[in-house]
């Protein structure tokens, strides 16, 4: 996802909660947001699909359109931060057999002794 399009999306969602259960018409999003409908139509559906609002079909102005609510039921994106330090220090990395080791070869990862070890040393 683009940063412009993150952004759009953060900046929906913002005005979709502040106006909490009567959500927001569509079509002025839009205007107030500065963006054409097709793009304000996508970030909308992203932002339905990960099931962060919602959207009801309604007449408004004698035209179809879509009020979007807030779905506050729904945990917004957190962000992990994962450390690949105990990963990289697997033996396969520097081992000299990688592109000739498998299941059921004379190097494998079943029966490596090295493997196994550093399994061992790094459970808990
Ligand atoms: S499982 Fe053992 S033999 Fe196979 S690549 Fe890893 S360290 Fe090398």
């Given amino acids: ?3 412009m399009r993150a952004e759009l999306e953060r900046r929906i ?8 259960r009567n959500g927001v018409i569509q079509s002025e999003l839009w205007s107030v947001l500065g963006v054409d409908n097709r793009e304000g ?3 909308v559906l992203s932002l339905v699909r990960k099931g962060l609002i ?11 359109t879509y009020v979007l609510k807030y779905v506050p039921e729904k945990l917004e994106e ?4 994962v450390s690949l330090n105990p990963v990289i220090k697997l033996p396969c990395f520097v081992c000299r057999e990688l592109y ?3 299941t ?6 079943y029966k490596c002794n090295l493997l196994t070890y550093f399994l061992q ?3 808990d």
Avoid: D, H, T, W
Avoid at 13 to 20: A, D, H, P, S
Avoid at 54 to 64: D, I, P, S, T, V
Avoid at 104 to 109: L, Q
């Fill in 54 to 64: 919602k959207r009801e079909q309604m007449l408004y102005k004698g035209r179809k």
């Fill in 78 to 81: 957190v962000s992990l931060k």
């Fill in 121 to 123: 040393s790094n459970s």
């Fill in 41 to 43: 139509s996508r970030a």
């Fill in 13 to 20: 969602l913002e005005i979709v909660k502040q106006r909490g």
């Fill in 1 to 3: 996802m683009s940063l």
């Fill in 104 to 109: 059921g070869g004379f190097f494998n990862p």
């Fill in 100 to 102: 000739r080791c498998g």
